[in-house]
């Protein structure tokens, strides 16, 4: 099987509790578009893949098996303020309010599921 032209070298993979609620956390901030959607025989979600922004994310339901953990993750966006404006309206909190730093315009917030997102605008060269 050839992999999907959407796939990068290095993609997260995260494993959560309630992984359709996540898919829709990541429609309403980023826009995400699923490329993927694999059930168990439980209908619960195996593995699926979210694009936004020309990166992947793969992500599957919490099981007996599989237990949630929460990761960390970088966005560099012209959109970066928005996502964090969209996140705060979708259970996130703020862990650093938008401010300017020496490489960009950035903002944290950790989503309902205990990731950590950290946004920047790039600084125009």
């Given amino acids: 099987m050839k992999s999907p032209d959407y796939y990068q070298t290095i993609m997260p993979y995260l494993v ?16 995400a578009d699923i490329k993927l959607i694999v059930p168990r025989e439980n209908g619960s979600i195996m593995h699926a893949e979210a694009v936004f922004e020309g990166g992947t994310i793969m992500f599957a339901n919490a099981n007996d098996d599989f237990l949630p953990f929460p990761a960390g993750m970088f966005i560099h966006s012209p ?12 259970a996130a909190t703020s862990i650093q309010e938008p401010a300017q730093r020496e490489y960009g315009l950035s903002a944290g917030f950790e989503d309902a599921w205990g990731n950590v997102w950290w946004v920047t605008v790039p600084e125009n060269k």
Avoid: H, Q, R
């Fill in 79 to 90: 959109n970066a303020i928005t996502f964090y404006d969209k996140a705060l309206k979708n």
């Fill in 16 to 31: 959560v509790k309630d992984a359709e609620k996540f898919i829709d956390f990541l429609k309403e901030v980023f826009n």
